[in-house]
């Protein structure tokens, strides 16, 4: 049931709507005014080396080795995966373990750095003429410099440039909506760095060969809607700027194809199958960043944002540089912050140790106060309904969160548990505050853990199968090597008695001699 | 009245004999089970069970002499398969009984202690060992089902059993629990 | 350094809260209940305050017998909008008892023995009324004319009426609308004879007639309602379907037989048809939580609400309409279901059509 909205009667652009969503206080004011700085270096980085989607990447130093900026530090393992590279120049003092920058605190591979100071670039990246180079060149140099989505989900951006092979492509969407509240990395670069971005929007329309480039951007920033009008033009694109509704999840992939061009993502299949890429801003930049000037992906735009920090900023900081040494250059914290995140504060991730680092998915940092998260006691659910009004996907969250609660969640993957995107609008709008996400994320890592444990038992009955078949075979080879063997003894001791018959009958002077033969 | 009892006796008994003959009379003879359970086990034949092999322990499971939770390395999820059959009636959940859903394990070695002696390597019944004569072994963890075979084999004791270690793909959210349930269940103990 | 709490996000949250939105429906009615209260005098005020502290009491009582935490549980207002929805829909000048009685009922059978709050089946103030007036036809369908606080009885009257059910007061009883119009028509009489013995529209908008302790005044609660719907408490779609459907289903038959059935206008300003659209259809947690099962259910409130009060033995079927569809509600939550972003109806994965992939790489 999805009417159209009242309002969207008035709306002057030819959008079409989604279903859900909720309006939370974006309070990207805190930041928003301030431009994009950069950051001293720290005195200290580690570059973990699983900072995307897929595989983790091998990592190619040892320790004591010296590595200059922007050097291959850690190669990409299998298809999906990204490279690594050393974000400045120094020493590497460990490849070892550290805390991920993840809610679990679980140690990740990490390469460990103490910047020499000099900040020595190594040499670049080979530059590429995007305006006459093969789509196919453009995609790998994207590869090579270890670009991943940056707007949180880090997919391997070559990957997705790559789909002009499997697909008919003819939409490019950049994603500038930013809808998580708070955060304004996206903004600002957009507002100040405009034709950079249209350079490498332009770059990647060319790798992905399509024929139409919209950038989405929401309501909320003018100045950015501005900027990006302004730059319109790059490698013969024209950008259609479009202004989507501020609304949260705007961002999400699927929805803003739905909004932009009306049409649905089939469940389980990706926006190409309707011809639409997505991309995210940030990686536009990066990818301008790669292709013109041979920069891998060393650094990114971080929202350090949230009443608990002294002064809200949009830094350009180091992959890899600590979350203690970004919250310190912002004036450190102003009160023990209720919550500390790495992203939004819909669907960020929330960390305990301050020394985990940023790493090329992270667009915010936030120290949350109580005041903002608005945690309160759980109660009951009463059936408001409130959850499945505002779900995006057109889940009954209540629903599955009962079916959880009580282990039923076959049931629950029945009713829909696996087309959740984990947006978390349900659990904003809870008026009895339940963890619905958590509860939806459990279900689901429980339902994946259950699923690679049946692989797990069949892999072992492979296993022990092939196992038996080989020893089988070893001791079958070990029988008939007996057997021939024993047939050889028995052949040969025929053959001497018969030897011996015949020396006895034909020549028994020659005996001694023959005997002699026969013991060798 | 007394008229009444009798009646209802005879017909009782009457009753109860029909039954008891059909009971007789249409007697399925219940399939052998042991092959069925003997496909579900993990058919390593690790001996963690104490059993001579999977099927040892299959054909005491049939018999009765073995609870449907006598296979540690084929866990939770074998034993809760294994109950369906053996004990089809029986609340999976009380069959269970005693078996807590464990953390899954694997063998770890201490390179410091390990000869290179391959026993272990030779005992393994997932070859998740991997190693040569002369140098320090190694576990997959991905193949190890933590079944103590290679445990018992070992000179030098050299290898442990630990709980698996979670990876960051591996790791999920705890289910989380309502603050009222838990308060409610503390009043009511 | 406390470490900061590890959940999973959303790290933000709206500012409603479950007793807030309680508060708030409370509020949206308070001026319907001010305005019943100054017309029915003492009696009513005291009447109220019995009917809203036992439910209170009740509410406590329950929660400790049923172990959970009294202190957060009682503070959330819902047992507070029970008692007040139960003493909306008493006869002003019933005994205290039956407010007592009526607000056990609602809150020790209709809710805790479903396991408390959003565990209930059925909307707990409509269990009151209708057990009420099947056992107590009496006392329950005892009217009095609305004569205001001045005129009424005085503190000390008011006092006795309620609590010692004495009879001295002169109330001038009288029947409500619909149980005129009820009795009229079945003793033969015709639409067009009774009407002049109604009270005029006006006076049923504004609340000028005899009837239920808050249910007499149309306009204001249709303001609560309006109120509700702006604040995005409720959606629009119960309150419209139930009124829609009363007033087709009646319009069609007055336009039929004018002679033998109320018009729409009566049906919609009489009895406790605004209070049912917008504060009882639409409690949460006894009514379907998609739109469309919302509107499935308020049709189907609309026309048992019509088809009680036209051809069933009481005069107003609002308590049975309602408890009738919660205990469909399930069976349409289970039927009704939005559709899944990127799936068809039944859950499919929606086709692919725009584009082929051209298989295999180049």
Partial sequence: MSLPSFAALFRPSQLFTIRGGVHPETRKSLSSESAIEDMPLPSLIRVPLQQHIGAEAEPLVQRDDLVLKGQLIGKARGPVSANIHAPTSGRVIAVGHFTAPHPSGLPVPTITIRPDGEDRWGPRLARLRPEDAPPEEIAAKVAEAGIVGMGGATFPAAVKLNLRAKFDLHTLIINGAECEPYLTCDDRLMRERAEELADGIGIMARALGVQRVIVAIESNKPQAIEAMQRHNRALGFTLRVKVVPTQYPMGSEKHLVKILTGKETPARALTAELGVVVHNAATAYAVHLAVRYGEPLISRVVTVSGRGVRRPANIRALIGTPVADLLAHCGGLAEEPERLLLGGPMMGQPIQNRRVPIVKGTNGVLALTAGETRERDVMPCIRCGLCVQVCPVGLTPFELNARIQADDLQGAAKVGLLDCIACGCCSYTCPSNISLVQTIHFAKGKLAEEESRKHK???????????????????????????????????????EAEAAAQAQTAAPEAEPVQHGDATP | MIHAAVSMSALGLGLGLLLGLAARRFHVETPPIVDEIDGILPGTNCGACGYPGCRGLAEAMAEGSAPVTACPPGGRDVALQLAAIVVPDADPETALSGMAEAEPTVAFIFEDHCTGCMKCFKRCPTDAIIGANKQIHTVVVDACIGCDACIEVCPTEAIVKRVKPTTLRGWYWTKPQSAFDADSRENAA | MTAPLIVSGPHTHRVF??????????????????????????????????????????????????????????????????????????????????????????????????????????????????????????????????????????????????????????????????????SQLDAGASMAQIMPDLADLRDRLIGLVPGSLGETSTILLLLGGLALISMRIITPVIPLSVLGTIAALSGLCWLIAPDRFAPPVLHLTAGSTMLCAFFIATDYVTSPVTAMGKMIYGIAIGALIFVIRTWGSFPEGVAFAVLLMNACTPLIETYVRPRVFGRTRTGKPLPIKTTKPRGGAR
């Fill in chain 1, 457 to 495: 038992q069949e892999e072992t009955r492979r296993l022990a199968a092939a196992r038996k078949a080989r020893e089988e075979a070893a001791a079958e080879a070990k029988r008939q090597a007996m057997a021939r063997r024993k047939a050889e003894m028995e052949a040969k001791k025929k053959r």
């Fill in chain 3, 17 to 182: 809260t479950v007793s807030r939105t309680m508060l708030a429906v409370i509020g949206a009615l308070t001026p319907a209940t001010v305005f019943g209260l100054y017309q029915f005098g003492w009696p009513a005020i005291f009447l109220f305050l019995v009917t809203v502290l036992s439910a209170w009491a009740f509410e406590i009582a329950c929660l400790w017998v049923a172990g959970r935490p009294v202190a957060s549980f009682a503070r959330d207002g819902s047992a507070l909008l029970s008692g007040w929805l139960v003493a909306m829909t008493l006869p002003p000048y019933a005994p205290w008892w039956v407010g007592v009685l009526g607000a056990g009922i609602a809150i020790v059978i209709g809710k805790h023995l479903f396991g408390g709050l959003g565990q209930n089946l059925f909307n707990p103030a409509m269990v009151a009324r209708a057990m009420l007036l099947v056992a107590l036809p009496v006392q329950m369908t005892t009217w009095v004319a609305p004569v205001g606080l001045m005129n009424g009885p005085d503190f000390w009257q008011g006092l006795a009426i309620t609590f010692s059910g004495a009879q001295d007061f002169d109330a001038v009883s009288s029947a409500s609308t619909l149980s005129l119009v009820k």
